[in-house]
């Protein structure tokens, strides 16, 4: 269970609500039964996980938000990761509402968010365009101001929860610099293919074509769009590290108990002191990844900003996507043949892991990110 | 009868590869899975007309009874062409058996049908509770008459879908040590009593099956060599598949697929990929100077003892991280199931990853590899 958050009663119960959702909610069957139809948002789930408030977790409660922080967000992402749910929880929740609360767009934040929180609405947000590609200004998409409006184009890959997704968050250039604008779903021009991913969900590719957006449609001007992109990249990002950890947490929990029953040569394969090395050896490797998202959570909830922020997320990224991988394939070598089924859970960790360590920037994009950031002036350090 | 060891190598190996380059589908080229029976079945066919299905089958059998140097250019050159894994159980593994410890009316019983293509056989070695400890397998059969009437269950069985015939390794006695209590049995899967059932890897296809033995009722005729001596049997057939398993074509597909997506996507400015990929290129040279040497000690005529391990797992784990770092250098379509468009090239970024997994389980898991090398190479403490 969550040891990465400081220890709160409120933390635990926060986890133990997850813990009891998931449960209840047979979520690893139904991740199968999601997967063969090529769906990854089960509505009535969604509605669900609004109920019990966590689509809100980190929306301000005058938005009818819960108001609370990275901490939360991650301490219910990982549980989710844990029982495989496939709903896109980081990518709306966390991504697409910390992009609108950081934005400067008030009347449209009053609209849309209670909208969210209530799984109503789910947005996506549509934002990179080359793989490797973490700087939110390096975009070529373009908004042109047109009759009282916006016109977009442009071309956006790897977007997560772009399946059930009613509304991208696009970001272009705009009057020298970046804005961001909400484009509907079915909006004349824009064109939705999608690629299936390694665990059965898909990754969304949204093209635009002379796209017309309206004034209002503009969730972020120039003064705050980067700034809020990059913040809403962090965090998620973090988060992300949380669903891996919880990834790589429950996949640990199978291997060592396989190991505890799994006889051969007249004895558990867990005391065969080869194996014992590489589970110590992967279990540090998952404490590393809590040590370092810790100190993340709790920093990013303490304010911490620009490059030194950047750069923790970046090591928390890294590590955790690393330390999954690393995880879930030692944990299929530990079962045997039994690891390479489809019908064995571990796969399906391994799926995940492979997903979540792809998206938002793998661990040798991270690696790449913080070595710029420290070689910067000022750099890496808080 | 062409006597091919009379042939130059140069030679021999030309014939070969005109005959492969003109007959082998193109369709079925470097195929990132095993071949199902109705795929490669005219292959087999066409192989079997020309006389070069059994390279190294003694020429009264139907065999091109190749010296071992020749051998290694027939498996040089099919790897050259990208020639699939058939169901081929009855060429390397029976058929090799019923040849050195079998019985004349075994072989005309036995060996016509495998070069005819009209018995296709799987290996039931593997239970539910005895991979890595083969020798606790617990399948009886049992003498009544003139028959062995079999119980039990086989599992992993590749292929088992597809084929004719299994040859298992049963208990005969319970009373003797557990090696010494084993046979080697032939069984007609059409037998009553056997019920085969595919099992989904995880990669999506049914590769291998759960074989079940109801009261199956096989004459006693079909145990090959005396009763009792199946392990001996068993673990007197490991040669050139221990070779074959260490063979750098594998991991150079992977190696290929790299390049071809470091083109794409332009890494080769990036030093630290390069670094990479270079220390991954020179363990796969290395690995290339490691087989030369068993490969020269084959061909020289000399036994493998059990320090060809190391070959085995030099291979798969090189093949591992080359899948690895396919999926790094992908970034965000690391995650991405099939064929992905790369410049004008298209890699499929997952497939290594998951045919590289078994290797290090199967034909002997790398952990069980180490313990030999530990024990019977280095000459360590048990
Ligand atoms: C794709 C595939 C195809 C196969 N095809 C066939 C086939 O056609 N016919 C057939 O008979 N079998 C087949 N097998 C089965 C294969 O031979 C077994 O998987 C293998 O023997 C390992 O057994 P296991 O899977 O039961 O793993 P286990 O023996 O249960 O091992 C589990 C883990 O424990 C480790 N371990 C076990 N003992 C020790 C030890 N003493 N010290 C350290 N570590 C140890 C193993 O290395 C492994 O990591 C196939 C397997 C695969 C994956």
């Known amino acids: ?382 | 009868m062409i006597d091919y060891n009379a042939l130059t190598d140069d030679a021999f190996r030309a014939g070969l590869r005109v005959f492969f380059e003109a007959n082998y589908p193109r369709h079925l080229r470097f195929l990132p899975r095993r071949m199902r029976w109705h795929e490669c079945r005219d292959w087999y066919l066409a192989l079997s007309k020309k006389g070069w299905l059994a390279p190294h089958w003694p020429p009264e059998h139907g065999g091109m009874g190749l010296t071992p140097g020749k051998l290694i250019i027939y498996f040089e050159e099919t790897e050259r062409a990208g020639i699939g894994r058939m169901p081929d159980q009855g060429l390397t593994m029976v058929g090799p058996t019923i040849i050195r410890f079998g019985n004349d009316a075994q072989r005309r019983k036995f060996l016509p049908p495998i070069i005819a293509g009209e018995h296709v056989w799987c290996q039931g070695y593997s239970e539910p509770n005895a991979g890595s400890d083969l020798a606790s397998l617990q399948t009886s059969a049992v003498l009544e008459g003139d028959e062995f009437v079999i119980n039990g269950s086989k599992i992993w069985t590749s292929m088992a879908h597809d084929a004719t015939h299994i040859y298992v390794l049963v208990r005969t006695d319970r009373q003797a040590k557990k090696q010494e209590g084993i046979s080697f049995v032939l069984v007609d899967m059409k037998t009553p009593g056997i019920t085969v059932r595919p099992i989904r890897n995880i990669a999506g296809h049914e590769e291998f099956c759960q074989v079940f033995f109801d009261n199956v009722r096989t004459p006693r005729a079909n145990l090959v060599g005396e009763l009792n001596a199946g392990w001996t049997i068993a673990k007197g057939l490991l040669g050139f598949e221990r070779l074959n398993i260490g063979s750098p074509r594998r991991p150079l597909q992977a190696l290929e697929q790299i390049e071809v997506l470091a083109r794409a996507r332009q890494l080769g400015d990036n030093p630290a990929f390069v670094e990479r990929l270079t220390e991954l290129k020179l363990d796969l040279a290395d690995l290339g100077s490691l087989y030369a040497r068993y490969v020269d000690k084959v061909r020289r005529g000399e036994a493998l003892g059990p320090d060809v391990s190391m070959l085995k797992i030099w291979a798969t784990e090189t093949y591992q991280r080359l899948s690895e770092l396919l999926i790094e250098a992908a970034g965000e379509y690391g995650a991405f199931e099939g064929e992905i468009p790369v410049g004008d090239a298209s890699v499929d970024i997952l497939s290594p990853f998951y045919t590289s997994r078994p290797g290090t389980i199967y034909g002997g898991s790398n952990e069980i590899q180490r313990n030999i090398l530990a024990k019977y190479v280095l000459k360590l403490p048990g």
């Open chain 1, 1 to 382: 269970m969550t040891n990465f958050a400081h220890p709160s009663e409120h933390a635990a119960l926060l986890a133990e609500s997850v813990a009891d959702f998931v449960r209840r909610g047979t979520t690893v069957a139904r991740a199968r039964t999601l997967r063969e139809a090529g769906a990854e948002c089960d509505r009535a789930q969604w509605r669900g996980l609004a109920q019990l408030g966590w689509l809100g977790v980190l929306v301000p409660e005058r938005f009818g938000g819960m108001g609370l922080g990275i901490t939360e967000a991650a301490i219910v992402a990982e549980g989710l990761a844990r029982g495989l749910v496939p709903e896109p929880f980081t990518a709306t929740a966390v991504l697409a509402v910390s992009i609108l609360v950081g934005a400067d767009n008030e009347a449209f934040m009053a609209e849309k968010l209670p909208q969210i929180v209530t799984g109503k609405l789910l947005p996506a947000v549509a934002w990179q365009e080359r793989a490797g590609e973490l700087d939110p200004g390096a975009t070529d998409a373009v908004a042109v101001a047109f009759e009282g409006g916006f016109r977009l184009n442009g071309v956006k890959h790897f977007i997560a929860g772009a399946v059930d997704a009613d509304a991208f968050l696009v970001s272009a250039r705009h009057a020298g610099d970046l804005a961001l604008f909400w484009v509907p779903r079915d909006s004349a021009g824009a064109r939705l293919t999608q690629q299936r991913l390694a665990d059965g969900r898909s990754s969304g590719t949204l093209g635009l074509t002379d796209v017309m957006v309206a004034r209002e449609g503009m969730i972020a001007s120039p003064a705050v769009a980067r700034a809020a992109l990059a913040q809403a990249l962090d965090r998620a990002a973090v988060v992300v590290g949380a669903e891996l950890v919880g990834v790589m947490g429950r996949a640990l929990e199978l291997s060592l108990d396989y190991m505890r029953t799994r006889v051969q040569f007249g004895k558990p394969i867990g005391s065969f002191q080869a194996l014992q090395h590489r589970a110590v050896d992967l279990y540090l490797q998952q404490e590393l990844a809590t040590a370092v998202l810790a100190e993340a959570v709790h920093a990013l909830d303490g304010g911490l900003d620009g490059a030194p922020r950047a750069a923790l997320a970046s090591r928390t990224k890294a590590r955790a996507s690393e330390a999954a991988l690393r995880i879930t394939r030692e944990a299929i070598q530990l079962h045997g043949a039994i690891g390479f089924t489809d019908d064995c859970d571990v796969g399906l960790y391994t799926k995940r892991a492979l997903v979540l360590s792809a998206w938002l920037g793998n661990a040798t994009a991270h690696r790449r990110r913080y070595a710029r950031i420290a070689a910067q002036p000022g750099g890496a350090h808080d």
